[in-house]
């Protein structure tokens, strides 16, 4: 499939995502919203891929926010369906059955610290800034950042955060639980990559099951979702995978691992 706006490319089982508009640095406007929409079905769809990057293009930024030039021109009815859009791609993200590592390079904000909260786990240049900066432009957040904010790094953080708009460095970032590691910026590719291949060469149905559990066990009530944890352990059985990582264990030899359910 040909995007406009967004690179993609698979390598070892990794695919890569890349928001390319770097003379906006990455702004998010309806065809990106789009495109990264067709692009995680196309991923979801692919036996190929196991684990995805994303990422931004050029040195500078992940994703600067929503275009503000496209969003300026916006009637309300047309900013509730583009924050819609836009929820709803983060959604599809966390919904697909692979891990996507967000690899931040440089400006992550508004709709872009968003995007990288909608990832299974953020690494981040030390070059990164995060924020949500929305509330100096007369708005709000729009993809998850007065939802999914608070539920990464608790209610009072992204209260400060969505109420000051300030820009906070990656070591802030990652003190509050937003990023899980900081590299130097030309670590940071590598990094993800070698995070991504370690994923990639996992039984497939245990990844799946990590993600999906962590990601809809979590609001769930403990009881609730320790039976759905159950239930999931009892199905890893039924797998090859099982069979073959418990008797690679045994035999003394790494597991060679097929992914089939
Ligand atoms: N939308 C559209 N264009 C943007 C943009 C955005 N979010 N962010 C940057 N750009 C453009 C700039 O207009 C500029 O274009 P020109 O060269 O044509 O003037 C170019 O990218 C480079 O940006 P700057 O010259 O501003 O670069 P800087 O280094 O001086 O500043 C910055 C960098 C601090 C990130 C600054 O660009 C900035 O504050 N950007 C806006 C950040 C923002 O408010 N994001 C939230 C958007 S709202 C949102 O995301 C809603 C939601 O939740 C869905």
Partial sequence: MAYETILYEVADGVATVTINRPKVLNALNPQVVSELDQVFRAIDADPEVKVVILTGAGEKAFVAGADIAAMSKMTPGQARNFSRQLQKVTQLMEEIAKPVIAAVNGFALGGGTELALACDFVYASEKAKFGQPEINLGIIPGAGGTQRLPRQVG???????????????????????????????EELMPAAKKTAATIAAKGRVSTRAVKELINFGYDLPLDHALRLEAETFGQCFASPDQAEGMTAFLEKRPPKFTGEA
């Fill in 155 to 185: 209610k009072a953080w992204a209260k400060e955060l969505c109420l000051t708009g300030e820009i906070i460095d990656a070591a802030l970032a990652k003190e509050i639980g937003i990023v899980n590691r900081i590299f130097p910026p």
